[in-house]
């Protein structure tokens, strides 16, 4: 049933994520592909294991995402490892 609510509130919200997705000029998660106005810092050698690369490459991804990434991984992410902040762009 949770999946069932979660898929009639994705389609509710599609219009605005069209609409945000053509104006939006900032970040936007290579996975999902949502745009997301939280900038947040996780610690490079999670970043690097999570991502698969060991320049500080590897893309852009929501916490969501990435999050979700690592668990497929068997990485635990802890509170302590990420730091979080609203990202305000410039007009």
């Given at each position: 049933m949770y999946q069932i609510?979660?898929?009639i509130r994705y389609i509710k919200?599609?219009?605005s994520f069209i609409k945000e997705a053509?104006?939006?000029e900032c970040e936007s998660c290579q996975e999902c592909g949502k745009c997301f106005r939280i900038m947040w810092?996780?610690?490079d050698e999670i970043w690097n294991k999570v991502t698969n690369t060991y320049d500080g490459?590897?893309?852009?991804?929501?916490?969501?995402?990435?999050?979700?990434k690592a668990e497929k991984q068997g990485?635990?992410?802890r509170k302590e490892d990420i730091s979080l902040e609203p990202f305000y762009p410039e007009k």
């Open positions: 609510k979660r898929i919200h599609f219009p053509v104006s939006w810092h996780v610690k490459g590897g893309g852009s991804y929501c916490v969501d995402c990435f999050i979700k990485i635990h992410i």
